[in-house]
T-cell receptor
Framework: GDSVTQMEGPVTLSEEAFLTINCTYT??????LFWYVQYPGEGLQLLLK?????DKGSNKGFEATYRKETTSFHLEKGSVQVSDSAVYFC???????????FGQGTTLQVKP | NAGVMQNPRHLVRRRGQEARLRCSPM?????VYWYRQLPEEGLKFMVY????????ESGMPKERFSAEFPKEGPSILRIQQVVRGDSAAYFC?????????????FGPGTRLLVL
């Protein structure tokens, strides 16, 4: 079945460091891909999305490119801030359905 | 424009009691999804509903769990005879349409604790 695999956390970085969180997926057809962020005690917020191969999603300095050849959707940010500390979830919606399939989440902790 | 509303935010139940979780979608959204987040895990899809219809319940446990989305009022996720393993955060999301590229907007969640 369709699935999403994220790199294990936690990821600990110093402020202004470069961030990469790896995400790979397995899916039939052409899924849409998403990154959601969850702050402590809150629900999920959409960070960015891409709906077809080679699309780049971007928001608040975060970027991810839909790579069909490597079945990946890695999240990157050039310079992280303490306020970026949160749990990041990679997710997909399979073709023909609207339900989200999530990875296990990656905790990011940014130290001043 | 209010976002997705869920209540209660926290719910404590003793084993064997019933839990009712409510979700009001964003204005204009007629598609509702329920997800469960167990401690230290990602979110797992439970059920997808449109007004008065269950479209996909492939993630719902076969017993004790039910969901509805009536013509009027919020969507309800009902757990009968709760057990400790039901302790989790339950999130509701809504969307404008059901296509795979549609964005789902999440509520703040209901954190259920079963004693």
């Amino acid at each position: 079945g369709d699935s999403v695999t994220q790199m294990e956390g936690p990821v600990t970085l110093s402020e202004e460091a470069f961030l990469t969180i790896n995400c790979t997926y397995t899916a039939t057809g052409y899924p849409s891909l998403f990154w959601y962020v969850q702050y402590p005690g809150e629900g999920l917020q959409l960070l960015l999305k891409a709906t077809k191969a080679d699309d780049k999603g971007s928001n608040k300095g975060f970027e991810a490119t839909y790579r069909k050849e490597t079945t990946s959707f890695h999240l990157e940010k050039g310079s992280v801030q303490v306020s970026d500390s949160a749990v990041y979830f990679c997710a997909l919606t399979p073709s023909g359905t609207g339900k989200l399939i999530f990875g296990q989440g990656t905790t990011l902790q940014v130290k001043p | 424009n209010a976002g997705v509303m869920q209540n209660p935010r926290h719910l404590v139940r003793r084993r064997g009691q019933e839990a009712r979780l409510r979700c009001s979608p964003m204005k204009g959204h007629s598609h509702v999804y329920w997800y469960r987040q167990l401690p230290e895990e990602g979110l797992k899809f439970m059920v997808y509903l449109q007004k008065e219809n269950i479209i996909d319940e492939s993630g719902m446990p076969k017993e004790r769990f039910s969901a509805e989305f009536p013509k009027e009022g919020p969507s309800i996720l009902r757990i009968q005879q709760v057990v400790r393993g039901d302790s989790a955060a339950y999130f509701c999301a809504s969307s404008l349409g059901a296509q795979k590229q549609e964005t789902q907007y999440f509520g703040p969640g209901t954190r259920l604790l079963v004693l």
